[in-house]
Structure formats: structure tokens, C-alpha cells
């Protein structure tokens, strides 16, 4: 265990098998006090989905002074909310809630250009657009270009902590084989503990298969170069537990199940799952299905479509 100053404390750096965490290697897994079923909405369509995120971040805005933290979503499930963001943008609406935000993004395909087609920060510019930018605060990626991506993490750690920390986490839903699950890019039997803000862990080609498809579903300019590149990446950059359970609230989308049906058996597991009542097996348990790490937090909004629960 090696140890790395941040702007708020020290950060343990931890291997486990080919992935390596950044965190606190002290930290508790919060068992919660009792069982309770997990609480979600199903909405009739996508836009409903964007307008109900968008309320949250609003409801959120008015009830805290001062700047807000926000992670954002990549892929499918907060398109609809940054496309409605983007026209309002436009105008003078949320030019007040705009000009507090600083926005991060939650994870990276590593090493790869920051211009292309199929990096999130590309992405987000493209359903965001110009007018989002120049309004909010700071705008802080994962830089994908160093030839050090853990220093780099460590300099974008410092800065999410000097700020105070995430106020609103979006986050999505990822199906893994056997009917498991991830969050940001935490995988299934990668060693990531409650502690752990961050993470590198080495990419697979199921994770590249995904990243691309949703990219291209998603209407993403992708071309021929940029495609060959993205496949060439060897590691991913996440957000870890620490990060999500650390964020004040959690809203969740899970919209496209219908191009990605793997997510319909991995939901259904989520939910029925009983989680353990003990640290060391509820920590198991998560390790196995990352997806869990979501049932830990207090303050989760949850969006899904119809079709998940077919």
C-alpha cells in the first residue's frame, strides 16, 4: 500500500490482481439498518425520463445555496435530459442554476485522444452544446492524453475534493454476465471496496463492445480512425464506491434495455438480491455485483422504462 497526498487526506493506493484502487483502505461498508425494497420509477418514455432528472437537479438547486457538484451520465440514459438542457441553454431559464455548476464526468477509456468521437467528453459537448459550456462554472474530465493516467486521477480527485464533493451523482446501470451488474465502470470481481474513490482497471472487450455500441445508438459521430483507436485502449478510469456513496443524492436512468437486453436480467437480480447483514459478506456481495453499491446510499432517485421490467 503506497500513499498519495489529496487535497483532503491521504489516499491509499491498493492493488488487487490487475486493477488498481485509490482510497481510504479504513472505511466501513455501510450495512443499512434494515431490509427495504429498492424504490424506482417507470416512466412512459425517454423525455419523461430527461424531464424528471432535470426536475432533481432543479429541486436539488433550490434547496442548496452556493455552487453544485454534478456527475454527469455518459451514454444513453441522460441524453434526453441533456438535450433538454442544451435548448434551455440556449435562453435564459437556468442561466442561474448554470452558473453554479461544476460538472465532472465519471469515467474514461485510457489512453485515447480527448477529441475523439467516442470519448464521453466529446460526447457531452455534442448533446450538451456550446452554450451549456459557457455558461456553467468549471467543466472537469478525466484527462485521457497523460502518459501518467494516475497522476491524472489524482489531480482530478483533488480537484472534486477541493470543491467540496459531489452534490448529485447521475449514474446508469451496467449489465455483466450472470445476470450481474456495474456502475460507472466498477466490474464484477474487481476488488473495489467502499473506500476506494478511484480506480484503473484494465479494459476488456466486452466493456470496449459496449462502450462503442451505445455510442453509435446513441447517434455519436463515429468514424473509422477514432473507432480503431477507442479499441486500442487498455484501461478504463472510474469513479469507485467511495464516490458514489459519498455523493449527497443519486439520480439513476435506465432507459435502453431494448438495445441492451442484458440489463433486463441484471435489473431483475439487483432487485431481488438480499443483501447481507454482515460487512465482510455485504462487502462480497458487491464485489460480485457492483451494482449493489447503489442500495447502500439513502438519497437514490431512480428512472427506468417500461421495457426493463419485460
Known sequence: MSVQ????KNIGRRLAGNNVWLGDPAARVPVPAAAKPFEYKVLPDEEAVG????AELIGYSEKKTGDIVIVLLGGRGAQAMYKLIAEKALGTELDELLGRLHVFTQDALAPMRMDNGLSFVRDFER???DAFFAKIKSFTPM???SGDVEAELGAYLDRLAALGGIDIFFLGFGPEA?????LCYIKPNSGARAGDVAGVIPISASILEHHINKFKVGGSRVSPADEAECRR???ILTLGPAAILGAKKIVQSIVDAATAPGKIPSFKRFLETELAAGEAELAAQCDENPGLWIRLHDDVKSFVLPDLLS
Open 178 to 182: 450472470e445476470a450481474a451488474s456495474h
Open 5 to 8: 497526498k489529496t487535497a483532503e
Open 143 to 145: 484527462n485521457t492524453e
Open 233 to 235: 485502449a487498455t484501461s
Open 51 to 54: 424531464r424528471a432528472m432535470l
Open 127 to 129: 448533446l450538451l452544446g
